[in-house]
């Protein structure tokens, strides 16, 4: 979460559920350790999206398992990884490409998601999961949780014939 010059996030190794406020790492804009336990190893993939989209004030990555799962699939199409199947998903998450896979803590991987994230909300990164930038943490985990409950769509729609938004269905609703 940007603060001001300084940005908020998890530290290595910590768990979602059990991390509170005073559990936090610092780091300024470029990634480097201010202040708190060590960042996550990829603190400077979080800190590249919100460079490239000044207009975020959160950053959220995933390794949910169904948008995992989806992130592993071979013939993705890579500029839009998932179809719109409801109307939520098109208005929180949009068009998600796919990011290549570098393995964790690679800075190519922000380099590839940089190329990207100026123009998309949320980002699947190949054999990981999504990472998402929204205005607060609320916003951004409920687009989070959208790519999640749709990647479970898709699974559960796998084999069978599906009625995806259409591209004027998608415009119409603003996002």
């Known amino acids: 979460m940007r603060v001001g010059e300084r940005v908020l996030v998890t ?3 910590s768990s979602l559920g059990t991390v509170g406020v005073d559990d936090l790492s610092v780091i300024d804009a470029d990634g480097r350790h ?3 336990p060590k960042p996550s190893k990829e603190a400077f993939l979080h800190t590249a999206i919100l460079r490239a989209r000044p207009d975020a004030g959160a950053v959220v990555h ?3 398992t169904h948008a995992a799962a989806l992130s592993c699939l071979a013939d993705l199409d890579p500029g839009d990884v998932l179809p719109a199947f409801t109307a939520y998903y ?3 998450v949009g068009r998600m490409p796919l990011v290549p896979y570098f393995p964790p803590g690679d800075r190519r991987l922000a380099e590839a998601a940089t190329l990207l994230a100026g123009e998309h ?5 190949a054999n990981q999961g999504p990472i998402v930038a929204a205005a607060n943490v ?4 409920e687009a989070a949780e959208e790519i999640e409950q749709t990647a479970r769509l898709f699974f559960l729609l796998q084999d069978r014939s599906t009625r995806p938004l259409t591209p004027e269905q998608v415009a119409a609703l603003g996002s």
Do not use: I, N, Q
């Open 11 to 13: 530290p290595t190794g």
């Open 62 to 64: 995933a390794h949910s």
């Open 138 to 141: 609320a916003a951004a985990m």
């Open 90 to 92: 098109a208005m929180r």
């Open 34 to 36: 201010l202040d708190g």
């Open 121 to 125: 909300r949320a980002l699947l990164l």
